[in-house]
């Protein structure tokens, strides 16, 4: 027992992070039944579709699950309602401001996590008054912070200021970095990437395979000037970062994106013109495998970390 | 005892990182003193002036300490003879070739590192008959790899190929990151940003204070189309950070870098027009200490960090 496990009632303090394309109620509830906490990803569904995978959800697991919740989409007072009807447990938000929902999300019983990148997001997160943050690092897949600061720095500086549960992210697909993460000052991590190439991940089958494949070096930053996204270095990521690194403005930046790059990429398994969201330690997942082996691994893994540092003195 | 302490003759297995204008001699000496490695930063001495400070660091520590040569240098051999003749015991390269000075150092009996910030370049290393490997993450300060693996990532990358010692850099000012890296698979540790905020560092005052003021995201990873070079955030910073952002050439970011711009700034302490180069990790720096007192804090807090770990199982 620790915070984290404490906090969402739950066995092990593993979070599978909430993604876009990737993390359906069938991933959720397979992360939840094996004891660590699954997040249905809001970001890229519909509200109605959101409605029927939370009911699906509740239907395949007894335990308790989350959803993740972008606050950058217009929809989300919508999202946030079926949320609170379906009492769906817990919430992670991100990707805005943490005032405007906490408190309402609290009062319907819900627990409340924001995810942030930097010292200042963590206390105005706190301020809020959120039940546990996570501290996602640069290494991370997908959309990331303005600063950069990587998991072994932001760890213990959100730490420095911060008193409740705190969840690491990025850089984390194996026990011993879980471990690691909690030995900087977490008490819990969330993981995307390992979840991404999972047999219940919604992915397409396609992008599972890249992320398999995918070794040192083969992820980047960019899209710096709209808002900084991680991704496998493929065609378009050429494309997009070398117009970047030319000067181009915003606006072009926009245009050649195009509307749902990430769906094409992640979803319907382009994996050459798609936009491929996935973080650096993408390089550290060589299978695809059952959520409940991912568990699994990650629980051995950190025992035998444990068992190998214990009792370590210089 | 441990890979590291063993294979240099030292106390503990933390290596202070060699640095242009930051580490001569008597940084150097007072690590070593305290029962570290101290490295002596070739990179912006003459090579008399490097000559000068060996001998003096022999005169000031009995125990062993290090060179740390980067291999982009035109003066290059002559900086190897000079460590040769003076019988330095270890040499740390890093920015070239690991191929073309190791076994020449080896011959006379030099302890021989390499610097790497990818597998590719840690494969070729080993090759090339290294003792040892530092692998040194994103968010360390100063020059770069262009992949931008952070320590998080690298660490268990880089272990997953290499069998011989391997030292973590990157992000690590505390004993807890210490330990933290240790766990990811490394056998022991190098700290730059650290020892710059030192009474012993050969930076000037003012950038001294800086370091110890700056907070999280105040570093950033520039001049990408040059060689990638993380630097504290002020008025030089902004400006050729913009023009990068703006599609500036290579020529035209040289020519604004200009020459002895990291002199300027880390060693005359001009704050605003020179090069300040630091880890992200200055944010958690927060006094200038005496070496010693460095070392002793470090080794203290990764005990304290074995001590609060210690049997947890999850």
Not at 16 to 34: D, P, Y
Not at 42 to 66: D, N, Q, R, V, W
Not at 218 to 226: A, E, F, G, I, M
Not at 290 to 308: M, Q
Request: glycine share 10%.
């Amino acid at each position: 027992m620790n915070k984290i496990t404490t906090l969402f009632n739950i066995r092990y303090p593993i979070i599978q992070g909430g993604m876009i394309w990737c993390s359906g109620w069938e991933l959720a509830a397979a992360v939840s039944n094996a004891g660590g906490l699954g997040l249905i990803g809001a970001g890229s569904m519909y509200p109605e579709t959101l409605k029927e995978h939370i009911k699906k959800c509740k239907a395949a697991t007894g335990k308790p699950f989350g959803v993740n919740v972008p606050l950058l989409y217009p929809q989300t007072d919508e999202i946030i309602k079926i949320i609170i009807d379906e009492k769906v447990p817990v919430v992670f938000t991100s990707a805005g401001n943490p005032a405007k929902y906490t408190a309402f999300l609290k009062d319907h019983g819900i627990t409340v996590v924001h995810v942030i990148a930097n010292k200042k997001f963590a206390l105005k997160a706190i301020d809020a008054g959120v039940d546990a943050l996570v501290a996602e690092g640069f290494e991370a897949g997908g959309h990331n912070g303005f600063e950069e600061t990587t998991t072994m720095v932001l760890i213990p500086s959100v730490r420095e200021v911060c008193d409740i549960p705190l969840i690491a992210a990025g850089g984390i697909a194996t026990g011993a970095a879980m471990y690691a993460a909690m030995a900087l000052g977490a008490d819990g991590v969330q993981t995307g990437s390992r979840f991404v190439a999972s047999e219940e991940a919604s992915a397409h089958i396609n992008f599972k395979k890249k992320v398999v494949e995918a070794g040192d070096g083969d992820t980047y930053l960019t899209l710096k000037k709209l808002v900084p996204v991680r991704l496998l270095k493929n065609e378009f990521f050429r494309q997009i970062h070398e117009l970047e690194m030319s000067g181009a403005s915003r606006e072009k930046l926009a245009e050649v994106l195009g509307r749902a790059r990430a769906k094409k990429g992640m979803f319907e398994g382009d994996t050459k013109e798609g936009e491929l969201e996935i973080g650096q330690v993408a390089g550290l997942i060589h299978e695809i495998l059952p959520a409940e082996k991912i568990i699994e691994n990650l629980v051995r893994e950190f025992n035998e970390t444990s068992e190998r540092m214990s009792g370590m003195k210089i």
